[in-house]
Each structure stands twice: as structure tokens, then as C-alpha cells.
């Protein structure tokens, strides 16, 4: 019931407006936020239980509030770190993620979004200190991804950017249909279709379809490849093929994409569009390439046997499991594959 407590509450600016400067203005044709939210500041939550309201409350500041109201009372019910034994709790603020979505990462939004972090974090800080003590608890922050800049704005910049440059998925699985049939020289009125589904990202080929057997299976997803290959906005392409015989897997791209193949649930053909060019859907921006705008997160430890440094070397979130074993003294996971950031450890 504490989440139904925001209601007729408004999100408003933390600070006076002149300490803002990460942005662009706050009434602008490149935001669509949806939900029934304004474009511009004030967004108000609506007074109520039904689904208009949830929606704009998970697109607020007041979401992440209630994530770190919850965490502190179940840190005091459930006596989390009161004795020897060492107790995990994993928080999520996804309000950032759907601000970033409504209203992209250059929004006055986004900025004040991470200014209340900021400063619910510092406040959970405190608390811990309190309620656990100093020097008793450790804390790893870090994201799942980043965030890619509205495309349009990007354009309106001179940058060549493009929402859903290959249009819609169907648009995808209709070239790549029409490519492996002229490939294979299969006539138009064979059915069903050799393309079973196509997204940004991967294509599937209909892997049971008789002409499809043997040989004609990799031939198709050649012919796949080669066409996104042929459009000005696709970086690059791989086939299911050349993934599983490690083709140019030492390739920075490629590795990426080896990393996200998965034998039985990936497509048959994968690729990437160029940076600036993805498609969002129907929200303002989303995430999801290769590319540094998305792949670049903060990783940061605070707390117990927790050095005080800095580093801008190439790290990953993975280091997080190694890095907090080291910080309790235990084994690492059997299954992790990355080092421990020994730079964050005290001396």
C-alpha cells in the first residue's frame, strides 16, 4: 500500500532551475514520453490505484524512493547485518531506466533523476552507518547498460542518426524472405515462408523447412548477411554459422557478438547497425547496441575495505562478484570469467 501513497503528489525540480546545465530545453519536439506524462516539468501522479497511475509512478523518482523506503525496512525486520554471518540485499532502481526511455539521456528529466539518486543513495548511506555501523557494510553500484541519445536530437545535430533505419521487423524478415528465395531460387508462391521472424538485432530462418535441408541452411543465412551487409546502416553481420566455427572472434564487434550468441535460443544471423541508427519502438530512445554510448557504466564500491581510488581502464560489471568475494575473504564464483578490480581494494 506504500506505493499508492504518491498519489496526486507532482515530480518536480530538486534544485532552482539555474543549477541545471545538462540538458536540453524542457519543453522540446524530441520527447514523446507517453503514459499521459507532460513533456515539461511538473509531472504530476495522478490521485488513485488504477493502471494511469502506476505507470507514471514507475517513470518517477518516487518509484526509487519507494525501492529504498522497503530496502530500509526490511534491513530493520529482518536484522540484516547484525551479526558475523554476511547478508546480500540487491536493490534496482529500474525508475532511471524508464526515465531514460520516456525522455531520453540529454532531458532535464534525466538530469534531476540522478541528482535524487545521488542523494537517496547518500541518505541510504547514512542509514547504514546508523542502523549497521561504520566500517560494516560494503555497497557495489553499477548498470546493466547505457543509454542512447534520442535520434532525433542526435540528428538535429548534424550527426547521422536514424530511428529503425531497416523499418519495422516485419520490414527486416520481408528483405531477408525475399534475399534467401532469389539465393536458393526458391519461387515466390512456396510456403510457408523461409524467414520465420526478424527484430534489430537477429534474424530467424524457418529451421525445418524442407528447402532448407542440409547445405541450403547455411547458404540461406549467407544470403541474409550479405543483404544487411549491403545497407548503409548496418555495421555488421554474422551467421550462425561463422559463429559457431569462431570466425573472427578476436575482432572487438565480433567478440561482442560471440558473447551474445547462445546456441539454442539465438537467431540464425546477427547483426549491428551502426551507431545513432537502432530502433526505439515507440519510446523516445532505447539500448541495446554494441556501441559506447550503451556498453560505458559506472562501477563503483563504497564502504568496508574499500580503497579510496579512481580508474578509467576498460573494467566490466562482472568484477563485481569477484571483487566483493575478495572484500569478504571467500572464493570467488565457480563460473565467473572476470578479475577482481584489485585497484578498489583498501591497502
Not at 547504514?128 to 555497497?139: F, H, S
Not at 550462425?240 to 569462431?246: I, S, V
Not at 547497425?273 to 562501477?299: E, I, M, R
Request: with cysteine.
Amino acid at each position: 500500500r506504500a506505493s499508492r501513497a504518491f498519489g496526486g503528489q507532482a515530480w518536480t525540480l530538486l534544485y532552482p532551475a539555474e543549477r541545471y546545465h545538462s540538458h536540453v530545453a524542457d519543453d522540446n519536439k524530441f520527447e514523446k514520453p507517453g503514459s499521459g506524462l507532460s513533456a515539461a516539468f511538473p509531472h504530476e501522479l495522478p490521485a488513485g490505484e488504477d493502471a494511469a497511475y502506476f505507470k507514471r509512478f514507475a517513470i518517477s523518482p518516487f518509484a526509487s524512493q519507494y525501492t529504498i523506503e522497503t530496502a530500509r525496512e526490511l534491513i530493520l525486520r529482518e536484522e540484516l547485518g547484525r551479526d558475523a554471518t554476511p547478508d546480500c540485499l540487491a536493490l534496482c532502481l529500474s525508475a532511471n531506466d524508464y526515465v531514460g526511455h520516456a525522455f531520453g539521456p540529454h532531458s532535464l528529466e534525466a538530469e534531476d533523476m540522478f541528482y535524487r539518486t545521488d542523494r537517496m543513495l547518500a541518505e541510504f548511506a547514512t542509514f547504514l552507518d546508523e542502523q549497521v555501523g561504520a566500517g560494516r557494510w560494503t555497497l557495489a553500484l553499477s548498470s546493466d547498460h547505457g543509454v542512447a541519445p534520442i535520434p532525433e536530437y542526435a540528428a538535429s545535430l548534424g550527426l547521422e542518426a536514424a530511428r529503425s533505419p531497416l523499418g519495422s521487423g516485419k520490414d527486416v524478415q520481408a528483405n531477408a524472405e525475399g534475399a534467401v528465395r532469389v539465393r536458393l531460387g526458391v519461387p515466390a508462391g512456396v510456403q510457408p515462408s523461409l524467414v520465420l521472424s526478424a527484430d534489430s538485432t537477429q534474424v530467424f530462418l524457418r529451421r525445418d523447412h524442407p528447402r532448407l535441408a542440409g547445405e541450403a541452411f547455411e547458404h540461406a543465412q549467407d544470403a541474409v548477411r550479405d543483404w544487411l551487409l549491403d545497407q548503409p546502416s548496418v555495421a555488421d553481420a554474422v551467421t550462425r554459422a561463422e559463429l559457431l566455427a569462431e570466425a573472427g572472434a578476436g575482432a572487438p564487434l565480433r567478440a561482442m557478438f560471440h558473447r551474445a550468441f547462445h546456441k539454442q535460443r539465438s537467431g540464425d544471423v546477427l547483426y549491428a547497425l551502426k551507431p545513432l541508427q537502432f530502433d526505439a519502438g515507440s519510446l523516445c530512445t532505447s539500448h541495446g547496441s554494441p556501441w559506447n554510448y550503451d556498453t560505458h557504466v559506472p562501477l563503483v564500491f563504497l564502504g568496508a575495505r574499500v580503497g579510496v581510488a579512481n580508474s578509467s581502464r576498460h573494467v566490466h560489471p562482472g568484477s563485481i562478484a569477484p571483487t566483493l568475494a575478495a572484500i569478504l575473504d571467500i572464493e570467488a564464483p565457480a563460473g565467473c570469467e572476470h578479475e577482481c578490480l584489485t585497484e578498489a581494494l583498501a591497502p
